[in-house]
T-cell receptor
Framework: SAVISQKPSRDICQRGTSLTIQCQVDSQVTMMFWYRQQPGQSLTLIATANQGSEATYESGFVIDKFPISRPNLTFSTLTVSNMSPEDSSIYLC????????????FGPGTRLLVL | LAKTTQPISMDSYEGQEVNITCSHNNIATNDYITWYQQFPSQGPRFIIQGYKTKVTNEVASLFIPADRKSSTLSLPRVSLSDTAVYYCLVGAKAAGNKLTFGGGTRVLVKP
């Protein structure tokens, strides 16, 4: 299974600033996903990031607020822009198992607190 | 994507078997059933996946009746370290590879 790391693991930010979260995978993968998990809640998909194309955003999420880069098959970034306290959450990236079914492997998450 | 319904929480004791049932009445023909486990401060971890009948691995068993409108995750002889949130998901590759997480079941294993 893929091994995924995220940086930073946690951060405390001031409102109005932006934070870029990095996701690194130890193997080449086609599909990468970004999720948000608010305190005590389930996971919500933000967007799907394929290498070489624009990310596809889910309803309620827009590129201006959550720009995503996917420069190669092992790396992606998610930026949380112009943050407000409502953006305080855990942000997770995941990758899909190659050639398989609906099986995804998740990173450890980035815990963000916006003051 | 098929919607899933699972109990919000369950309590158990060490050494007992825990069974979590998930309802997915509108599951499609191509949908697989997948369970994930999430510990506090960690990302979800794949546990088991099945299409029909029974699937067993080193961690759990998954029971799926013939109509596939529900499934039961069975955790044998749980320990304190099995305290986690367990998510049931259904979906197929044709659906665009998206995972839709429901509320999950919070399992608390007591000594």
């Amino acid at each position: 299974s893929a091994v995924i790391s995220q940086k930073p693991s946690r951060d405390i930010c001031q409102r109005g600033t932006s934070l870029t979260i990095q996701c690194q995978v130890d193997s080449q993968v086609t599909m990468m996903f970004w999720y948000r998990q608010q305190p005590g809640q389930s996971l919500t998909l933000i967007a799907t990031a394929n290498q070489g194309s624009e990310a596809t955003y889910e309803s309620g999420f827009v590129i201006d607020k959550f720009p995503i880069s996917r420069p190669n098959l092992t790396f992606s970034t998610l930026t949380v822009s112009n943050m407000s306290p409502e953006d305080s959450s855990i942000y997770l990236c995941s990758v899909e198992e190659a050639g398989g079914r609906e099986t995804q492997y998740f990173g450890p998450g980035t815990r963000l607190l916006v003051l | 994507l098929a919607k899933t319904t699972q109990p919000i929480s369950m309590d158990s004791y060490e050494g007992q078997e825990v069974n979590i049932t998930c309802s997915h009445n509108n599951i499609a023909t191509n949908d697989y059933i997948t369970w994930y486990q999430q510990f506090p401060s960690q990302g979800p971890r794949f546990i088991i996946q099945g299409y029909k009948t029974k699937v067993t691995n080193e961690v759990a068993s998954l029971f799926i009746p013939a109509d596939r409108k529900s499934s039961t995750l069975s955790l044998p002889r749980v320990s304190l370290s099995d305290t986690a949130v367990y998510y049931c998901l259904v979906g197929a590759k044709a659906a665009g590879n998206k995972l839709t997480f429901g509320g999950g079941t919070r399992v608390l294993v007591k000594p």
